[in-house]
């Protein structure tokens, strides 16, 4: 198959969807690779690099009129939408069911590609491809935010020694993201208060199985504040977070809405209202980048280092802080990916879902029309499960994408 690396467009991010060594083991089993000029730079790789591991280096133009597997890092922008069209298999982070308007979805989808996010790929809800950029994220967003309370608070959180008054965090969510941002926080000697949806003993348990540990009472050895979500009366967990944020220095979203809490019965987590209550020029961070979501006052920018004041509080939101360290990035996303590349091109796209269930859970789009039902949910859009895509194709669109079904 031939296989394309696209150069990432969007500001600030320098990561790149393939390394040199992996477009050589894919050269040394049959397939052609095709980088875009200055792709990989970014990320420490140069054109060179490629060229030394057998992959031919060449315009955007002739890439996407040579590959048929397109790779990519970061959804794409709407001046790429005319670049795909039905032969083209895209793979890269989608994230149908997040920021993107609804015009754009429709036209982007329009373009008739097969369309498979890296986060949507997985089962039992464990999402290789998405969790190494979470883990890291939340690293990241924890590192920054202390950066900017020393910065624009003048409070230096850490308190590993005891001269040091230290600082308070408010971390929302016990995720990949959150625990990220916990160990990160908690090593460092911040006092901390964590909201989470279930008790003492789930976090002990989902902090053990994420660090390696056994048996760590990770809340007791803290000292961290535990406020645990009442899904059933969410105005009691607003009032507790309220009575908090006066002495919170920082305060991180590390948790994505979930169906059970839709926007009728939950508006917001954390409102303007409760944002006004913390003390001047503190920190507000939502890690997971999703628009006035469970924080009213944050909204997703590109820029790395860009952060902006509303209610007399910082707020930062980027919404690619792993391209902050962008070889890391590339390096532990592509570990993750480099699997499903080999066997998309080794088997054809088609195949490879039907064969691999974590594969097919990631088709979010595919002849024009939305397959992935929580995008489809969220969107309020029309849904079409992929099997029956499938089975109504014709042979001739089979011939076009280089596969048939039995």
Sequence with gaps: MNIGVLKEIKRDERRVALQPAQAKDLFKLGHR???????????????????????????????????????????????EYEDYGPHHILFTYLHFDENIAT?????LIGRGFLGIAYEWVGTAGQYPLLEPMSRLTGYLFAQRALELCSKEKGIFCV??????????ALIIGCGNIGLSAFKYLSNLGVALTIVVTGSRDDFNQRANARFGTEGVDYIGASDANLIIMDKKDCSRTHDVIAAALPKTDILLNCAVRRLDLPKHKMEYLVDRSMVRLMQKNSIVCDCTACDRDMIETCISFEPLYHWYREEGVVHYNCDHIPSMVPNTATQL???????????????GSLQAMIGDETLRNGVCCYGGHLTHALS??????????????LREMPHSQQEVLGFRLN
């Design 33 to 79: 690779v095709y980088v875009e000029v200055g792709a990989g730079e970014g990320a420490g790789f140069s054109d060179a690099d490629y060229q030394a591991s057998d992959a031919s280096v060449v315009p955007k133009e002739e890439l996407l009129g040579e590959a048929r597997l397109l790779l990519k890092v970061k959804a794409p922008l709407r001046s």
């Design 103 to 107: 015009d754009d979805l429709f036209k």
């Design 159 to 168: 308190g590993n020694e005891k001269f040091l008054r230290g600082g308070r």
């Design 333 to 347: 996303l592509t570990a993750r990916t480099f699997r499903y590349i080999r066997d998309i091109a080794d088997l």
């Design 376 to 389: 489809a949910d969220k969107k309020g859009l029309p849904y079409r499960r992929l099997g029956d895509l």
